[in-house]
């Protein structure tokens, strides 16, 4: 009797652990293909994906839409590295499935969705409200057939920003009009300075600049094509921005005037705090970066003048979902979050500088001063640059390791004593590899 | 089991049914006993078939094929193309020689330290359960954690460990953009975290080791070194084996610690020189950086054989040996 009833146990155990894995086989092929977003009772639910400090939640500016519109309700999930968000971004995008009604994009990854992924985008481009955008922004996100898959958020717009009082002591003007003088028109006017800089400097471990890259990238930001042609080639080997930027940064890389730091690596931080470079080519958003890795003992040191040309490094967009059941409340909001107002708050409050034609006369953004960098003219500053830009930019789909690819190869000439031509031939045979 | 399952009596239950039933019953109980023990394991062999073997063939699916992430639908067939231009592509030897090489400055001090541990260990001590859990704490920190640690103590103008060589009078070490400097920085993460770990496994076999053999190996006049050369070694072997193995498996799956030691794209390429890339993290730039992911899976494979390879010649080895001691 005892050994039935152990028996009985064994089957019931038994079946117990089949049915078991047979759940556990089956619960893998669940469905969930909406994006999270729906009406419901009255009430919208719009769900947003975005990416590091978009500054579209941080600022506030959600809520305020939400009260507004009481009967909106919207949930934005933020990612806090863009390389991780992109990646979930195109799985979801491949299963149509997990996407939110409304994604952040990121500049350099804008032509690899317009070339491969426009048809899970809502076209935005009769979008009511969206026609104050720098010229150049909305041209990086609307493909040949005219669709625009995103509407303008943040721009990068660049500046120098630089320490007066190395300045002074290596016997450089150190008022900014003066400063942006030095170097006004031309990027090799800004190495030259730096080689007056070297002779000039007598106080100990101080370099020019922070990294090569950053004057690599500053170059190349600046001009309509990079890397690619319009027709989606690539072109860096004979496009004479690329070509005159390696030279003079790998010109700036082997002759010692950089501190041979990655530039948001390991090294930079303590390199700003500690004051171990004199320049760094810095985008509007990078300011917020410096004053608070430079701390408060280095208030006041730092200043900021125009670069020799305008340019944009880094910016973001705002895509609506193809998907999406709420493509038309969507739509509405995204237009008001990059509308000029908004964008001139997010710059306020964050630093994020606007991509709208029109924010760059708001009064926030023309009276803005940083008290950290001097009490320089930010908003004037950047926005001089960002009217410099030429009226279209061609991106392309590998932007982002390519620009890796160069900054690494100009770290092979800082670091690693290589020449110019070897790293050159280096970057090329990576290139080859990363895009084919 | 089979003698008791012919001569055990029906189940009560079933008394008053007929032969049929009783077949039918005796049948249900041969089920139950030949079949119970292979229900049992299945929840495992799902979850396996689920998340281990199903990602393993598609793998290998994927790599015979050309696929980026951004448009992982259109897959087109390429045959062994991908593992032939990994096995032409330079980076992929490269990457093979910085994991063996990383792999033995790790793997080879870090065993004979936690030999010699672990011998320390096994002396009367006062406080010895401090001293044990002390060794193990490293093994309980997280990667991530450790690997932060190390990259800031290695770091070339404010790290600790050049400030430490440049007050005995040493110049300053560029740890990350010189190889060998990179791949021992590399190891030293790896050795710290594992060492203890290791000390704690030879330890247990050590005291698993009978004490009249080293009774008798003293009362032959052995001295302390031959006691540890001669009786300790033999009787700890199976476990050195053991951990010998572990840490080759180890080794050649290398990839957080080099990731996190360059951090952003230099951790991803192993150092703009690709000096300390392993195959992990070659796997990582062509999946994860490139979006190659018909490339990703053949370097996947590629190490997936590698390791059987080993091991196989490891077996061969092992049973020459034994072949020729007997």
């Not at chain 1, 969930?32 to 919208?44: E, L, P």
């Not at chain 1, 899970?120 to 909305?138: A, C, I, M, N, Y």
Request: proline share 4%; net charge neutral.
């Amino acid at each position: 009797m005892k050994k039935t009833r152990k028996l009985m146990r064994t089957r019931g155990a038994a079946v117990v652990s089949v049915v078991t894995a047979l759940g556990l086989l089956t619960a893998c092929g669940g469905e969930s293909g909406g994006t999270g977003g729906g009406t419901k009772d009255g009430k919208t639910t719009i769900t947003m994906g975005l990416f590091g400090v978009m500054g579209i939640k941080e600022s506030g500016i959600l809520d305020e839409y939400q009260k507004q519109h009481p009967n909106v309700i919207i949930k934005a999930d933020i990612a806090g590295d863009e390389q991780t968000y992109y990646t979930a971004l195109q799985t979801h995008m491949t299963a149509n499935s997990g996407l939110k009604d409304i994604q952040g994009i990121e500049i350099g990854r804008a032509k690899e969705l317009l070339d491969t992924r426009a048809d899970r985008f809502v076209d935005l481009s009769k979008l009511p409200g969206t026609d104050h955008f720098l010229p150049w922004k909305q041209s990086q996100v609307t493909g040949k057939d005219g669709k625009v898959i995103g509407v303008g958020t943040d721009t990068g717009p660049l500046a120098v920003c630089y320490r007066k009082d190395y300045f002074e002591q290596a016997g450089l003007p150190t008022d900014r009009e003066a400063v942006a003088e030095l170097w006004a028109g031309d990027w090799k006017k800004y190495v030259e300075v730096g080689k007056q800089f070297k002779a000039g400097y007598k106080g100990g471990k101080v370099a020019y600049m922070d990294a090569s890259s950053g004057l690599f990238n500053a170059m190349i930001y600046g001009d309509s094509q990079q890397f690619y042609d319009k027709s989606g080639e690539l072109i860096y080997q004979d496009n004479p921005t690329i070509t005159g930027a390696w030279d003079l940064a790998s010109e700036a890389a082997a002759s010692g005037l950089s501190a041979k730091l990655r530039q948001f690596q390991a090294g930079w931080d303590p390199g700003l705090a500690n004051g171990t470079f004199a320049t760094a080519v810095c985008p509007a958003w990078m300011l917020a970066h410096i004053s608070e890795k430079a701390g408060p003992k280095n208030s006041g040191k730092w200043d900021v003048a125009k670069a020799p040309k305008g340019a944009s490094w880094g910016g973001s967009f705002l895509g609506v979902m193809e998907k999406s059941p709420v493509k038309e409340e969507a739509k509405k909001l995204v237009a008001w979050l990059t509308a000029p107002e908004q964008q001139a708050r997010i710059f306020e409050s964050l630093g994020n500088f606007p991509s709208s034609q029109e924010a760059l006369t708001a009064p926030e953004v023309v009276n803005m001063k940083s008290e950290y960098f001097s009490g320089a003219p930010i908003g004037q500053i950047f926005a001089a640059a960002a009217e410099d830009m030429p009226k279209e930019q061609v991106l392309g789909p590998k932007d982002g390791t390519i620009k890796d690819i160069f900054s690494q190869a100009l770290s092979l000439i800082e670091s690693s004593g290589k020449s110019a031509d070897e790293a050159w031939q280096t970057a090329g045979e990576r290139i080859d590899k990363a895009v084919g | 089991m089979a003698s008791h399952t012919s001569s055990a009596p029906p189940p009560a239950a079933d008394k008053n049914a007929g032969p049929g039933a009783d077949r039918r019953a005796g049948l249900l109980h041969r089920l139950d006993v030949r079949g119970a023990p292979y229900a049992f394991v299945v929840p495992f062999f799902a979850v396996f078939a689920a998340f281990s073997f199903y990602p393993l063939v598609y793998t290998a699916w994927i790599s015979l094929h050309d696929v980026d992430l951004a448009t992982m639908d259109i897959m087109e067939w390429v045959a062994f193309d991908n593992y032939t231009d990994l096995l032409t592509d330079e980076r992929f030897w490269n990457a093979l020689l910085n994991t063996v090489t990383i792999g033995v400055f790790s793997t080879v001090p870090q065993l004979l330290m936690a030999l010699g541990l672990a011998h320390l260990l096994n002396y009367r001590l006062r406080g010895s359960t401090f001293f044990r859990v002390a060794a193990l704490t490293p093994y309980a920190t997280s990667v991530g954690a450790a690997a932060l640690v190390f990259t800031m103590l290695f770091e070339r103008d404010f790290g600790m460990i050049n400030w430490a060589l440049g007050a005995v009078g040493f110049g300053e070490i560029d740890w990350e953009n010189h190889k060998w400097a990179a791949q021992l920085a590399i190891s030293s993460i790896v050795i710290w975290r594992w060492t203890g770990y290791n000390a704690l496994l030879y330890l247990a076999a050590m005291q698993a080791i009978p004490r009249d053999r080293f009774e008798a190996a003293a009362i032959d006049g052995a001295s302390r070194w031959q006691q540890f050369l001669k009786v300790t070694i033999p009787g700890i072997r199976p476990t050195i084996v053991f951990t010998i193995v572990l840490s080759t498996i180890g080794a050649t799956q290398l990839f957080g610690e080099p990731l996190i030691f360059g951090q952003g794209p230099n951790g991803i390429s192993g150092g703009a020189d690709n000096q300390y890339q392993t195959l992990g993290l070659l796997l990582y730039e062509e999946g994860w950086k490139f979006y190659h992911m018909g490339r990703a899976a053949t370097v996947a494979w590629v190490m997936f054989m590698l390791l059987i390879i080993v091991f196989v010649l490891q077996r061969l080895l092992s049973r020459w040996r034994s072949a020729r001691t007997s």
